[in-house]
């Protein structure tokens, strides 16, 4: 399974803010409607992925800045060296690099313009779905050899 049946029944949308923005206001689309765990940093506003801003990251923020962070600028805050992949990897080499990486989102690229976010939920639920259609499969070839 790859990056794209993901990006299938999940969507393209993907929320994004710039640099300068107030970590505030970063937080507030944070937590919706609807909750995300996660915002794209482009400042081009042409998809380029300048970062990422998580959950995560906000806590580190609060615990290095204090209640201030809220007023200065994502920037500051932000995971800079974001891996990406694009909708032709698969899922299998998604997991190994969030993995490897220790990141939850990954940016999906194509030519180095965004166009998808998936989340380690995303790639897990996709992957039990695959291994329940095997199952089914061969419990299906199982039965009729009986």
């Not at 940093?41 to 992925?49: F, I, L, N, T, Y």
């Not at 970062?51 to 800045?65: K, S, V, Y």
């Not at 990141?103 to 998936?118: A, F």
Request: aromatic share 2%; net charge neutral.
């Amino acid at each position: 399974m790859k990056v794209a049946d993901v990006l299938r029944s999940k969507g393209r949308v993907v929320e994004t803010v710039q640099s300068w923005t107030p970590v505030s206001a970063a937080i507030q689309r944070l937590v919706g409607p609807p909750a995300i765990g996660a915002l794209v940093v482009s400042d081009d506003g042409h998809g380029r992925v300048d970062g990422i801003l998580t959950e995560r990251d906000i806590l580190r923020g609060l615990h290095r800045a204090g209640p201030a962070m809220t007023d200065r600028a994502v920037a500051e805050f932000m995971s800079r060296h974001v891996p990406t992949c694009t909708d032709e990897d698969t899922l299998t080499q998604v997991m190994a690099e969030m993995t490897r990486s220790r990141h939850r989102h990954m940016p999906v690229t194509d030519d180095g313009v965004l166009c998808g976010l998936i989340s380690i939920g995303d790639v897990v639920r996709h992957r039990v779905d695959e291994m329940r259609m095997e199952t089914d499969v061969l419990r299906d070839l199982y039965l009729a050899r009986r």
